[in-house]
């Protein structure tokens, strides 16, 4: 995905959402350029992103409630103003009970009933405590992790490693059949987003540690159990020994890693401790005689822990996650006490959003495409779908044309790539058929009950999948969401239509500008499908490496160097870019960035592009870039997003421009200067 959206699902508080825009000179001047947030003082060779974006980084003040501010945030701002307004006029409807309308009023409005939330106390999270209780041997511990599992991680779309579950599900198509679909096992547990947080040893990861600690025990107190700071130490205890077993985030991005076929039967030898039976009869994953076991020594090492702790540890651990995890649905306290860690310690943010906008979320997640509907026909113009489809266009075109100009690919490989070329399925603005809510029940005034119905409808929408045919018109992104996905093993596009609109997209401001934005973003989702994964699926989405190996060659080098480059930026004090982390988004920024500047040339169709605000059309189209990718960050979430992120921060993602030679030509970048790269060093994927 083209967004370093933060997938980590802590107590649902979801950092992609934003609060009111900063005061700052923020909002670039209508239908163009932001003129006055540039700095026009520094040169473009040494900083564009300062260059671009300079003065409106001087003067903006991350709001209180927020780990960063920039132009997505305002994006998703707007966006989110929309949705609650279409959320409210639901809330206000009285539709009839079972239609959809109902069902979004009814879910938002009993998260926003906090006085019923206080008035019912742990009362909504009891039954689980007493299952939790009750669990007296080993097996019943299997049994009770097996209700816990979710559809809750991605490994390919949204990409998506966390589940603070002791694992998560993913049904997806299969890596080695096409065809039909199957359940990936995922790696989980964690009360923190990642191992390197229990493990690293630098000293700001150690301060993490021991609040968390205080965290852990405060959330255990507020359950009214004894003895909270010896029981909380134990958990994380655990949790640190999970962490010991658990994949880096690296690994988990590797696809060949990744890809093992396990049957029903090799659990018990593979993975000795966890009584599967037990396990897999509650998770309702009884029928699947294959299992796609992504990160095996993570799964062997958290089964092997579920005989090896105390069950009493167990017990107090499920106890914590229950709590953390639902957090949002409990009184005050527990609201109070989840920010003042997941928001304060991990993000940095002094203050937490306002309530209402964490209830557009979840409500967006429960209920995402019967919102995208009305949103859709109120704020996405068939003329704009059209534009958005004219670009696609143009884009694949321009890939085409690179394709077959390459000099060093040999004809079977472009044969191939030409032929996964052809069958991308692109959606733009919203999926040709909606998903159907009917079966998901919503009960006025329990917000507890209705976000455990939520995820269990997803669940079993995503369970019924196994045994059916692939549907390639699925997808996973809202049309109220702020980005775009590219899907690697369907081989589709999702363009929501909330990345079409302005400043990205804006009927009203030159070609250029459009191009250089949200070009750029097509051009990064469709290339994607020839990067390092990518060149791992063939047409059909099989793993199926499609190239041949003096051309995988050529293909590695160069995005070896990609790698040096980024391992070279320290965006932090101290603290590098894993350029390997992030090799794939890299690589679709610098391809996507390419296809959109021929792309920009293609759509003027000869003809020269007219000075605008003082500036060529080349210079539009790089400027447009760079304010694309405007941001602003704490360095708690910044140093989170370095660490567990796919994908670069934003100032040296927008440094992509130094790769192409058009932008030497468009602005007077000199050797010497830190942008500045020789011709051979500047990495030509595409
Ligand atoms: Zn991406």
């Not at 229990?198 to 990861?205: A, F, G, N, T, V």
Request: aromatic fraction near 10%; include cysteine.
């Amino acid at each position: 995905m083209r967004r370093s959206v933060s997938s980590l699902a802590f107590c649902l508080v979801i950092p992609a959402l934003v609060a009111a825009p900063p005061k700052a000179s923020a909002t670039p001047s209508l239908h163009g350029l932001d003129l006055a947030g540039m700095d026009p003082t520094v040169a473009p060779g040494e900083d564009f992103f300062a260059y671009g974006n300079g003065t409106w980084l001087k003067h903006t003040e991350i709001p209180a409630d927020r780990g960063s501010s920039g132009i997505w945030d305002q994006v998703a701002e707007i966006t989110d103003q929309r949705t609650a307004g279409l959320i409210k006029a639901a809330a206000k409807a009285k539709a009839p009970l079972g239609s959809d309308t109902r069902k979004i009023g009814d879910y938002f409005a009993s998260f926003m009933d906090e006085k019923a939330i206080e008035a019912k106390g742990l009362k909504p999270i009891q039954p689980q405590f007493r299952a939790i209780q009750a669990i007296g041997n080993r097996k019943d511990l299997a049994a009770f992790l097996g209700t816990t599992l979710r559809a809750d991680v991605d490994v390919l779309n949204a990409t998506n490693y966390y589940t603070g579950n002791l694992f998560g599900l993913w049904v997806a198509q299969d890596l080695d059949e096409p065809t039909r679909y199957a359940p990936f096992l995922l790696q989980g547990g964690l009360g923190m987003p990642d191992r390197s947080f229990y493990l690293d040893p630098s000293e700001s990861m150690a301060a993490m540690r021991s609040q968390y600690l205080v965290h852990v025990t405060a959330m255990l107190k507020l359950a009214g159990l004894s003895d909270a700071v010896t029981r909380a130490t134990a958990l994380v205890a655990l949790e640190t020994r999970m962490a010991q077993v658990h994949a880096s985030r690296e690994d988990s991005g590797d696809v060949l890693k990744g890809n093992n076929h396990w049957t029903r039967s090799e659990f018990e030898k593979k993975a000795p401790g966890l009584d599967w039976a037990a396990f897999f009869s509650t998770a309702q994953l009884t029928q699947p005689q294959v299992f796609v076991v992504w990160q095996p020594a993570a799964i062997a090492g958290l089964s092997a822990l579920t005989a090896e702790v105390p069950l009493a540890t167990w017990k107090d651990y499920l106890v914590f996650h229950a709590l953390q995890s639902r957090a949002q649905v409990l009184p005050k306290a527990f609201v109070d006490q989840s920010f003042s860690f997941n928001g304060k310690v991990l993000k940095g943010t002094p203050e937490p959003r306002p309530r209402w906008k964490t209830g557009v979320e979840l409500t967006n997640q429960a209920l995402g495409e019967a919102i995208g509907k009305s949103y859709v026909k109120r704020y996405f113009p068939a003329s704009e779908k059209a534009r958005a489809q004219k670009m696609v266009a143009d884009i694949l075109a321009a890939f085409r044309t690179r394709i077959e100009k390459l000099d060093w690919m040999t004809p079977a490989t472009k044969a191939k790539a030409m032929a996964k070329l052809a069958t991308i399925k692109v959606g733009v603005g919203y999926p040709d058929r909606w998903r159907d809510y009917r079966a998901l029940k919503i009960v006025a005034g329990d917000a507890f009950g209705n976000i455990e119905r939520a995820e269990q409808f997803e669940y079993q929408r995503n369970l019924v999948k196994l045994g059916r045919p692939i549907d390639r018109t699925e997808w996973v992104m809202t049309p109220q969401t702020v980005n775009a996905v590219n899907l690697p093993v369907m081989n589709a596009l999702n363009f929501p239509a909330a990345i079409l609109q302005p400043p990205f997209f804006d009927p009203k401001r030159s070609l250029a500008m459009d191009y250089g934005s949200t070009g750029a973003t097509i051009g990064h989702e469709i290339s994607h499908s020839f990067d390092d994964s990518g060149s791992l699926f063939d047409a059909t989405g099989k793993l199926n490496n499609w190239w041949t190996p003096e051309d995988m060659a050529h293909f590695q080098a160069s995005a070896l160097q990609l790698v040096k480059q980024y391992d070279a930026y320290e965006p932090m004090p101290g603290l590098h870019i894993n350029g390997k982390q992030t090799l794939g988004e890299n690589i679709a920024d610098v391809a996507g960035l390419a296809a959109a500047f021929d792309a920009y040339r293609l759509a003027l169709g000869g003809k020269s592009a007219p000075l605008v605000q003082g500036f060529t059309g080349d210079q539009q189209f790089f400027i447009s870039y760079a304010q694309s990718w405007r941001e602003k960050s704490r360095e708690p979430l910044l140093r989170q997003q370095i660490l567990t992120n796919g994908h670069a921060p934003s100032s040296s993602r927008c440094a992509t421009v130094r790769n192409l030679d058009a932008w030497y030509s468009s602005f007077p970048v000199k050797p010497g200067q830190a942008l500045y790269l020789a011709p051979a060093d500047r990495v030509k994927v595409w």
